[in-house]
């Protein structure tokens, strides 16, 4: 009796979507892909190999304050990109405020796409006067600029905190400044996809045999709706990733003890014209590189995903 085969691993099919041959045959993608990786594996990895942790003030000395980057005159091994005014290392910096600024991004996305599915499913499901107030609620906030619905509400939480609270609190109020302006996005196009699933057969017959709408609105219509939300959430990563770092240059983000590349931009910005430029300027193309990456996997995918270039 012959064994029967055994189905392909998830690898094996992935391998043979038509996601990856668009992936391994998009040159720009595979790039993008590679430098995100590099970017954000050597910011988890920095601790491993960085001269020292730029958040701890007991290993910064001033007598290796403002050293320019090693391969011009007065470099200094091991630092490689030189100092600032505090002795802080910039490479060390760099790498840890990258890693802030990773994980805000990435909270901002999530957290923004928690808020902003359930919105748009329960508006969508239901329809009516749930579906207006819900929505005009969203059209408010689309009407105002998103850089200034955050400056506003990490303004307001930060004032709201005992002063204690306002350095350690700093990346949750980030948080939460972002996903208040961007969870309108994901709303409304889940409410649109749902608008549409709504009427399909498959949601009626689960009606008819009673299932219970939560899990007609989780299990049947949202899965039908991730394609354009997957390429959303990439988008806005950088996106968010962006409006950390204005918030930070503005000084109401990341504080100067735990400096993103927002807040090391900043205090590099005060020493640009004094001939320290490497204090802004390594900070900046990091930030740069970051973005880039992400917004050409972006859209990378939403082309990928689109079946009408298929």
Request: glycine share 8%.
């Amino acid at each position: 009796m012959t064994a029967r085969p055994l189905p392909p691993s998830r690898l094996s099919r992935l391998r043979q979507s038509d996601l990856w041959w668009s992936f391994t045959h998009h040159r720009g993608a595979m790039i993008a892909a590679a430098l995100l990786f590099v970017l954000i594996f050597s910011a988890f990895t920095a601790p491993l190999y960085v001269p020292q942790n730029p958040f701890d003030p007991a290993q910064l000395d001033l007598l290796n304050a403002e050293y320019p980057p090693i391969w011009t005159e007065g470099g200094q091994w091991p630092y490689l990109l030189g100092t600032d005014t505090q002795g802080r290392d910039i490479l060390s910096a760099i790498l840890y405020g990258s890693r802030i600024s990773i994980l805000i991004g990435l909270a901002s996305v999530f957290f923004a796409l928690v808020v902003g599915i359930g919105t748009g499913l329960v508006a969508g499901y239901y329809g009516g006067l749930i579906e207006n107030l819900l929505m005009r609620f969203g059209d408010i906030l689309l009407s105002i600029p998103t850089i200034l619905i955050a400056i506003l509400v990490s303004a307001i939480v930060r004032e709201l905190l005992p002063p204690s609270l306002r350095e350690v609190g700093a990346g949750g109020v980030l948080v939460l400044a972002i996903v208040l302006s961007g969870w309108v996005q994901y709303a409304r196009t889940v409410r649109a996809q749902t608008a549409v699933e709504r009427g399909k057969e498959y949601v009626q017959a689960a009606q008819l045999l009673k299932v219970p709408a939560r899990r007609i609105m989780f299990r049947h219509i949202l899965p039908n709706t991730l394609t354009p939300i997957l390429v959303a959430a990439t988008l806005n990563f950088g996106m968010a990733i962006l409006t950390e770092a204005t918030l930070s240059f503005l000084g109401i983000g990341m504080p100067a003890s735990q400096p993103s590349l927002g807040t090391l931009i900043r205090l590099g910005n005060q020493f640009l014209f004094s001939g320290m430029w490497w204090i802004t300027v390594f900070p900046v193309l990091q930030l740069c590189l970051l973005v880039v990456a992400v917004n050409i996997l972006g859209d990378w995918l939403r082309d990928a995903l689109n079946p009408k270039l298929r």
